[in-house]
C-alpha cells in the first residue's frame, strides 16, 4: 500500500539476508503526516490490535479528541519500550513512557546489572536536595512498606479504582494493632504522598497519585505519644550505668551510654543532630561551653548552637582529649536499636530500684508507679526522644519561663514547646498548695 490515509496501516515483517524478522512491524502515517514504522508482535492478530490502537492515536492527535476508557486502560498496560517508542512519535504523553516501569525503580533509583545507578530515582532526589541520610532512610523505608505490603507496583496501581482506600485501610489496620501510632501513620501518608508529587513534577507520571489519601487529625494522643524522663529517674538510670552491673550494650559502655543519654538530657538535642556531631562542633573553652549543628543537620535547616553546663563539658573535655577534630562525638547505634537500648536501660534501673528496698509492700508499690516504666499510665511510651521531652520538662519543673525553653530546643512556634512540657502529679499538687485556704463551714444548728 504505497498511499497512506491518516488511518491506513501497513502491517508486515521486515526481510534481512539471513530470513524474515519473527516480529511484526506497523508502518504507518503520524499525526503530522510523517512516515513512522513501529515494532509488532509475532502474531498477526496481536499486531493488528496494537495497530488500531495506534491508530486510534493518530485520529486522537489529528483532531484533537479525547481518547475512549477503553484506549487510555490499554495504554496504562503498556510495556515500556512501546510507550517509548509512541511518546517518541509525540502520540502520547512523554510520562506514559514510565508507566510500566516498576515503582521500585522510581523510588530507589534504577540499577544496571552490575549494581550501578543509571536512572536516578526519588531517593536520589531526596540525596541531592540535602536532606539528612535519616530522614532519607526512614522516608524511603515508609514508602518502600506501603508499596510491598499493598502491592503497588506501577504507576498505574496507584492511580486504580480505590488505590487510596486500599493504603488507607492498610495504615488504619497497622494502626489498630498497635505497629504504628497516629504521628507515625501521618508519617507514612506524607511520605507516600510526597513520592506521588515527585513523580508527577518529574514527568514520570500524568498526574499525582493517591489524592485522596488523609492524615489522621488525633495524632497527638494516640498511642505512641512519648513520655518524658522525669529528673528523679534521670538520676537513677545515671546512678545504675555507674555500678559494675550494668552491661555493654549494642557495642557501647555502660560510661558511653551514660554521657550519651546525658548530653541528650541536659541539651535536649535531637537524636539524629547528635549523631552527626563531631569533636569539631565543640567550644568547650568558652563561657558557656557550646556545640554547634551544621544546618543539614538541624530540623528547622538553621545552625543551631547550644549553651553546655560547666559540668558536662568537664566530662566532654576528658572524652575527647585524645580524639581527632574531624571524629564522632558520641556513638550510637542505629534508631531502632537505639530505642531498644534505651528501654532496656530503663528496665534494669528500674529493677535496681525496685530491689533496693527490702520490703516486700515497699516492693509492690514501686512496681505500681510509673518511675523508669517503658509505658506509663497516660500510655505515653519510653524512647530515647523521651529524654529531650525530659530536658523542656525539667526546665519547666525548675520555673523556666516558656520563651527560655522554646529557645533552648530551638522551637520556632512556643506551641510545639507545650508538648514537651509533661506535668507531674507531684507538680500538680504542688500547685494546688497555692491554692486559697478555706475555712471548714460549721455544721448547721439543729432545732428540735
Not at 535519616?134 to 504507576?155: A, E, G, M, P, Y
Not at 501513620?185 to 513534577?201: M, P, Q, S
Not at 513520655?227 to 550494668?246: G, I, K, N, V
Not at 525548675?398 to 529557645?407: D, R, T
Request: proline share 4%; aromatic share 6%; net charge positive.
Amino acid at each position: 500500500m504505497n498511499s497512506m490515509n491518516t488511518t491506513d496501516y501497513v502491517l508486515f515483517k521486515a526481510t534481512y539476508r539471513g530470513g524474515k524478522s519473527p516480529n511484526y512491524s506497523i508502518r504507518f502515517r503520524d499525526h503530522l503526516r510523517r512516515r513512522q514504522k513501529i515494532s509488532a508482535y509475532p502474531r498477526e492478530v496481536e499486531s493488528h490490535r496494537l495497530a488500531k490502537r495506534v491508530m486510534e492515536l493518530v485520529e486522537s492527535r489529528t483532531h484533537g479528541t479525547q481518547l475512549d476508557a477503553s484506549t487510555r486502560r490499554w495504554l496504562e498496560g503498556l510495556d515500556e519500550s512501546t510507550a517509548a517508542r509512541l511518546a517518541e512519535m509525540e502520540l502520547i504523553d512523554p510520562r506514559s513512557a514510565f508507566a510500566d516501569k516498576p515503582l521500585l525503580d522510581h523510588l530507589i533509583g534504577e540499577k544496571d546489572a552490575a549494581g550501578n545507578i543509571i536512572t536516578p530515582g526519588y531517593q536520589q532526589a531526596m540525596e541531592a536536595k540535602g536532606d539528612t541520610p535519616i530522614h532519607v532512610t526512614k522516608t524511603i523505608t515508609r514508602i518502600r512498606k506501603i508499596v510491598d505490603d499493598v502491592s503497588l507496583i506501577h504507576f498505574r496501581d496507584l492511580i486504580a479504582p480505590g488505590a487510596s482506600a486500599r493504603v488507607q485501610h492498610h495504615l488504619g489496620e497497622m494502626r489498630r494493632k498497635g505497629e504504628i501510632g497516629g504521628k507515625t501513620l501521618n508519617y507514612y501518608v506524607t511520605a507516600i504522598k510526597g513520592f506521588c508529587r515527585w513523580l508527577a513534577d518529574e514527568g514520570r507520571a500524568p498526574s499525582v497519585a493517591l489524592e485522596g489519601l488523609k492524615r489522621v487529625e488525633n495524632a497527638e494522643v494516640d498511642s505512641d505519644a512519648r513520655r518524658a524522663l522525669m529528673p528523679e529517674e534521670m538520676q537513677s538510670l545515671l546512678f545504675w550505668l555507674d555500678t559494675p552491673a550494668a552491661p555493654e550494650r549494642f557495642g557501647l559502655t555502660a560510661s558511653e551510654r551514660s554521657i550519651l543519654y546525658r548530653f541528650s538530657y541536659e541539651t535536649g538535642i535531637r537524636p539524629n543532630q547528635i549523631r552527626a556531631l563531631t569533636v569539631s562542633s565543640f567550644n568547650l573553652e568558652s563561657r558557656p561551653a557550646t556545640v554547634t549543628s551544621q544546618a543539614v543537620y538541624v530540623k528547622r535547616r538553621r545552625v543551631h548552637t547550644q549553651a553546655i553546663r560547666p559540668e558536662l563539658a568537664a566530662m566532654l573535655q576528658g572524652e575527647f582529649a585524645h580524639r581527632m577534630p574531624a571524629a564522632t562525638a558520641f556513638r550510637m547505634p542505629d534508631v531502632t536499636n537505639l530505642a531498644k537500648m534505651f528501654r532496656a536501660d530503663l528496665a534494669d534501673a528500674r529493677e535496681a530500684w525496685i530491689n533496693a528496698v527490702r520490703d516486700d509492700k515497699a516492693q509492690a508499690e514501686r512496681r505500681k508507679s510509673d518511675f523508669l516504666a517503658a509505658e506509663n499510665h497516660q500510655q505515653e511510651k519510653a524512647v530515647f526522644y523521651s529524654l529531650r521531652h525530659g530536658h523542656g520538662t525539667a526546665l519547666a519543673l525548675a520555673g523556666v519561663a516558656e520563651s527560655v525553653i522554646a529557645a533552648s530546643m530551638h522551637h520556632a512556634n512556643r506551641q510545639t514547646t507545650q508538648r514537651y512540657i509533661h506535668a507531674t502529679q507531684k507538680a500538680v499538687a504542688s500547685a494546688l498548695d497555692n491554692l486559697p485556704a478555706f475555712d471548714s463551714p460549721k455544721p448547721a444548728r439543729v432545732t428540735g
